[in-house]
């Protein structure tokens, strides 16, 4: 069955500098895709940034990147330069090629402080 | 280009009555899923939809629940009778095969409070 496991139920980083919000997951699908979202405390799912399990490459997407990490089954979002209006819960998610829903991870409740 | 639109944005209502959730997807986009945030359960798939054919509707918890997408471009999430356990935020989302990454994009959610 997939898995997503976020340990982080919540973090704090100082304003302008970088964070790493962990996540790993279990599949034993050979294609997938990797997604993260950002909620804010309005409510909103707001999407980030997405890694195919068969890029070479880490996805990057402005200040996000995806630290894929697949033997270890990792996929850790990288926030640079934090801003205040980072602060949110952030969810990773992933999807089986082959089907169309997201399993989701519990979240991560990141606070930036000025 | 609009987003995922839903209706009403708030509802709260009283034990036993009907309610209705609307969805509008992203013009273009052929999957259409409805998804449930509480705080016990995170957010968990009830029904998705290919091409207005639902496809899994595995996650929909009982019969109260009913989902219909009559066209392209609507859906509906029926609660019938709601019940206080059914109080979460609901949402819907919708994507594109002709993407490669497939990105469900999510409407702003319901918040459903049954009292």
């Known amino acids: 069955a997939q898995k997503i496991t976020q340990t982080q139920p919540g973090m704090f980083v100082q304003e302008k500098e970088a964070v790493t919000l962990d996540c790993t997951y279990d599949?034993?699908?050979?294609?997938?895709?990797l997604f993260w979202y950002k909620q804010p405390s309005s409510g909103e799912m707001i999407f980030l940034i997405y890694?195919?399990?068969?890029?070479?490459q880490n996805a990057t997407e402005g200040r996000y990147s995806l630290n894929f990490q697949k033997a270890r089954k990792s996929a850790n979002l990288v926030i640079s330069a934090s801003q205040l209006g980072d602060s949110a819960m952030y969810f990773c998610?992933?999807?089986?090629?082959?089907?169309?829903?997201?399993?989701f991870g519990q979240g991560t409740e990141l606070s930036v402080k000025p | 280009d609009a987003g995922v639109i839903q209706s009403p944005r708030h509802e709260v209502t009283e034990m036993g009555q009907e309610v209705t959730l609307r969805c509008k997807p992203i013009?273009?986009?052929?999957?259409l899923f409805w998804y449930r945030q509480t705080m016990m359960r995170g957010l968990e798939l009830l029904i998705y939809?290919?091409?207005?054919?639902?496809?899994?509707d595995s996650g929909m918890p009982e019969d109260r629940f009913s989902a219909k997408m009559p066209n392209a471009s609507f859906s509906t999430l029926k609660i019938q009778p709601s019940e206080p356990r059914d109080s979460a935020v609901y949402f819907c989302?919708?994507?594109?095969?002709?993407?490669?990454?497939?990105?469900?994009?999510f409407g702003p959610g319901t918040r459903l409070l049954v009292l």
């Open positions: 013009s273009g986009h052929n999957s």
């Open positions: 939809f290919n091409n207005n054919v639902p496809i899994d």
């Open positions: 998610a992933m999807k089986n090629n082959q089907g169309g829903k997201l399993i």
């Open positions: 599949t034993s699908d050979p294609s997938y895709g």
């Open positions: 989302a919708s994507s594109s095969w002709t993407s490669r990454q497939e990105t469900q994009y």
């Open positions: 890694q195919g399990s068969y890029d070479q």
